[in-house]
């Protein structure tokens, strides 16, 4: 079977995280063969760290000359829509980063163009490689807690440092990022929540803005969500403690679990007894390189996708819903009013400082060392 050819835009702290993945045949039938960065810097580590590599200076000659079978997205999440359209356009597969945009209007453009084109279109959920989640979900869907009543998640191990937010001028500013923990960090779980839960109706939020760091968006917030079968959900996630939890519980009406590190605690009502379970997960799954391997799986033969890209609506629409009811004060219908969103978005753009210093630096490939102290 033919050898994949995959070319990444965008070879920062992730992006050349998976080029090394790739380089190093960690990616089954699957090669190397672009890349593409602004960042002279970047191009320099990509010339002098992967080998027979072509590399690019913008997207404009990627897309006319790299002739890859599959494009990887790793740049800031505005680009995701339109270099994906653009890839599709050129006749490529494509794996967008997550998120899957900033605006629900525009991801709904790249899911159209994705459709008529036919080629296969993923997203970097990688935490759905996650086997507890994987089993979490088994058991939602296949009703052991009975009907779902209520779910909490706690997802505050996102900390980050002041130096983490100045290290690019695109991050946590509403013109180059979008958004703050909702829009970056918290997207895995707010997929995760809808994956398992299902997507919700409505959602009031409330975020607190710069109350950590010193930048213009959120760095905590709090979602309320509605789901349609009556169930609730409360959703709290932040960057700004350093020995934050992870911790998931979703209550039914026969049942309880919570999931939090690797441990899968589940409680179910047996008569008048309750029996507790306690299940350990040895490992979190494949993360990245399991949905890489997926991704050229399904380019290669078809495997069905653990993470469709157009499974990316469904967070955008969560994350979109609670911007525009901080800024309403109300509850937030989903689908989300894109009209409004979209004219929220253009006077947060308008309001953006954006920052002008940057310690952007050469990537090392190893995705996470620059929070190894955590
Ligand atoms: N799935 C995950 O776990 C995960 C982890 C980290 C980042 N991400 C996502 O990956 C994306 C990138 O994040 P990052 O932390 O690697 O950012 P980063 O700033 O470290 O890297 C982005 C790279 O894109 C380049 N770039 C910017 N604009 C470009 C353009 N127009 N054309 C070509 N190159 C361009 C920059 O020079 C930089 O090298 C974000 O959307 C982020 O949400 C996902």
Redesign the pocket.
């Known amino acids: 079977m033919k050898t994949v050819s995959i070319g990444i ?8 995280a998976h080029a090394v993945a790739l380089r190093d045949g960690r990616v089954e039938g699957a090669r190397l063969a672009a890349i ?4 002279p810097n ?1 191009q320099t580590w990509a010339r002098e760290n992967l080998p027979d590599v072509a590399v690019y200076e ?2 404009r000659d990627f897309f006319n000359h790299s002739g890859v079978d599959a494009v990887i ?5 505005y ?2 829509p339109p ?1 994906a359209m653009e890839g599709f356009a050129h006749g490529m597969h494509v794996l967008s ?3 899957a945009g900033v605006a629900v209007s525009a991801v709904k453009e790249m899911m159209e163009a994705a459709k008529a084109s036919g080629k296969v279109f993923g997203i ?3 935490q759905r490689t996650d086997p507890m989640y994987q089993e979490v979900r088994r058991m939602v869907q296949e009703g052991e807690l009975g009907k779902p009543l209520r779910l909490m998640w706690q997802t505050t191990r996102w900390y980050r440092t002041q130096e983490y937010y100045d ?2 001028t ?2 946590a500013t509403w013109d180059g990022e979008g958004g703050g923990v909702l829009m ?1 960090q918290a ?2 779980q707010l997929d995760l929540m809808q994956w398992i839960f299902g997507v919700p109706t409505a959602v009031r939020a409330e975020c607190a803005m710069g109350k950590y760091h010193d930048i213009e968006v959120e760095d905590e917030a709090t979602l309320f969500c509605r789901f349609e079968n009556g169930a609730t959900g409360i959703f709290h996630t932040t960057t700004g403690e350093e020995h934050g939890v992870n911790r998931l519980e979703i209550f039914g009406t026969t049942g309880r679990l919570t999931a939090e590190g690797r441990t899968l605690t589940v409680y179910r009502k047996n008569g008048k007894q309750t029996t507790v379970e306690t299940k350990e997960f040895e490992t979190s799954g494949g993360q ?1 390189v399991g949905i890489l391997n997926n991704f050229a799986a399904a380019i290669r033969d078809g495997s069905p996708l653990l993470a469709p890209g157009y499974e990316g609506l469904a967070e955008v629409e969560i994350c979109n819903a609670a911007y525009l009811s901080v800024h309403s004060g109300k509850e937030e219908a989903i689908p989300t009013d894109t009209k409004r969103f979209d004219a929220l978005l253009r006077d947060l753009r308008a309001s953006s400082k954006g920052k002008g210093k940057t310690t ?1 630096e050469a ?1 090392d490939g190893i ?1 996470k060392k620059r929070w190894s102290n955590l």
């Open positions: 835009i965008g070879i920062g702290n992730i992006g050349s593409c960065d602004i960042d970047k913008n997207h997205l790793s740049v800031p999440h680009f995701h270099y980063e997550k998120p970097m959920w990688n290290s690019g695109w991050r970056n997207p895995h990245h952007q990537p995705y």
